[in-house]
């Protein structure tokens, strides 16, 4: 299977902010192609969302935050 690689766009983030457009700030490239989305689900082998990333720019977190990762998996954290 080939890699897939998800980009966070930080400029197309500022810049909805700035102009209040609501363009996809996520790039999911894979086998030579880019697609944009505002909302991504990562699945398992099973086919069972494992992951989802989320721009919520009218509803961001309470610390402010408005791209984020949501999981019910455990992660784990490395230095």
Same mark, same amino acid.
């Given at each position: 299977m080939?890699?897939? @690689?998800? $980009?966070v766009n930080? $400029?197309?983030? =500022?810049?909805?902010?700035?102009?209040?457009? =609501?363009?996809?700030?996520?790039? &999911?490239?894979? =086998?030579g192609k880019n697609n944009y989305a505002q909302t991504v689900e990562i699945y398992d082998e099973?086919? &069972?969302?494992?992951? @989802?990333? &989320?721009y919520s720019p009218d509803k961001p977190l309470s610390c402010g935050a408005k791209v984020w990762i949501e999981t019910n998996n455990l992660v784990k954290l490395y230095d």
């Amino acid at each position: 299977m080939a890699i897939t @690689r998800i $980009h966070v766009n930080q $400029h197309v983030i =500022r810049a909805n902010g700035k102009t209040g457009d =609501r363009n996809p700030v996520f790039t &999911v490239k894979s =086998r030579g192609k880019n697609n944009y989305a505002q909302t991504v689900e990562i699945y398992d082998e099973e086919g &069972v969302v494992c992951a @989802r990333l &989320v721009y919520s720019p009218d509803k961001p977190l309470s610390c402010g935050a408005k791209v984020w990762i949501e999981t019910n998996n455990l992660v784990k954290l490395y230095d």
